[in-house]
């Protein structure tokens, strides 16, 4: 029989991060470990209880949608979590992994000069930076002075101190994480992906950590705070755009608010970057 230990594990970790008590369950005794039990899940979910432990340990690689649809309900994921539950379940039977696009997508490109002096950046899969305009460079990372191999937000993160300018570090980082992981179960044959996974476990500690909370993560509007060396603190709303021809592609806009603080204090680090580069 197939296995699917991916899935396996990703089920066995939302359940023990549920609550039970948003769950229409009586309560049971006392509790001496997080989480509902797999009896619960599977009773919520409307199959049997071993039929869900042979989920869990990975060996029933192939559950219907409409289990699938059920499991969900009954761990209450989130859209992003959904979507990785799906891609993991899908895996066996269709198969993917193709090579990612190493190339920008002119219509993002395009999109990235068209912001102005807000800061975006152009993910690829896996969280590659595929492009990035003055801005980013300016306010975020320079990017583009790093090696090609290591243009990578998740290598930016946990192995470089200098994104520890990210107000709220740790969620940012889960973030980070989570597009990383969405990736991975979309494209779990992709050798590029694997190969990044295992590098960053060796070398970042805090990266494995965060990498065995099995998160997942879409890209939503969300604001971020940036303490910047030189121009203080700035707050943006960052928004995500991913055209429908090219999933591994999202261009990440950092937007500020009409003559707001923040504003003013790019206007003043941009003229200072091009006049011979604002340190960063």
């Known amino acids: 029989m197939a296995s699917n230990a991916p899935l396996g594990e990703f089920l066995r970790s939302r359940r023990l991060a549920s609550d039970p008590s948003l769950a229409p369950l009586p309560t049971k005794g006392v509790r001496r470990v997080p989480g509902l039990r797999r009896e619960e899940i599977a009773q919520l979910a409307g199959v049997s209880p071993d039929y869900y432990a042979r989920l869990e340990q990975g060996r029933q690689a192939t559950p219907s949608d409409t289990v699938l649809a059920s499991l969900a309900v009954a761990l209450n994921l989130d859209a992003a979590e959904r979507v990785h539950l799906f891609n993991l379940a899908h895996f066996p039977v269709t198969g993917r992994g193709g090579p990612a696009a190493r190339s920008a997508r002119p219509g993002l490109i395009h999109l990235m000069e068209a912001v102005g ?45 200098s994104s520890r300018r990210f107000d709220d570090w740790d969620a940012v980082a889960g973030d980070v994480i989570g597009l990383l992981r ?44 940036i303490r910047h060396p030189t121009a203080g603190a700035l707050t943006f709303d960052v928004v995500g755009v991913s055209p429908p021809s090219e999933a591994d592609q999202t261009l990440f806009v950092f937007t500020m608010k009409s003559g707001s603080s923040t504003e003013k204090a790019v206007a003043r680090l941009m003229t200072e970057w091009r006049s011979g580069g604002a340190l960063t």
């Open 182 to 225: 969405l990736d991975v179960g979309r494209y779990p044959d992709d050798p590029r992906l694997r190969a990044l996974v295992d590098d960053m476990r060796t070398r970042s500690p805090l990266f494995a950590a965060f990498w065995e909370e099995q998160r997942v993560a879409v890209d939503v509007p969300v604001r971020k705070v």
């Open 117 to 161: 002096d807000s800061p975006a950046v152009l993910h690829g899969r896996g969280t590659d930076v595929l492009a990035l305009n003055e801005a980013a460079r300016a306010v975020i990372a320079d990017f583009y002075a790093k090696p090609a191999g290591e243009r990578n937000v998740a290598r930016w993160f946990f192995l470089d101190e």
